[in-house]
């Protein structure tokens, strides 16, 4: 994920969407923001949650300019031990992540957590 121009910004949330997939769409409209600015975002999220209306059927796309990376997570029906494992695999894939990435590679880390309200 690492670039020659512009300064990379890792968007990470579990609930991160895009118009294509569906809800939640802060992530997007910020990286969005961010590539007006002549930055690099790259949005990171679940490949599973249920605020997506069509999960994704790559690991990694590109949506108006935008790289998405969908961590793989599994599929959960109801609010129980499914969508448990599905955060912690999740969270699990970030820690490796960020664990291999080159100090270079990332200019700055962006974690959104969900709204309390």
Known sequence: MSTDSGKVIWIINHYAGSRVHGMEYRHYYLAQHFL???LRPVIICASFHHLLTKPPEERHAVIDGVPYVWIRACRYEQNDFKRVVNMVEFSTAIVAMLAKASIDSIVSLV???PSLG
């Open 36 to 38: 007006r600015m002549g």
């Open 111 to 113: 974690g959104i957590l």
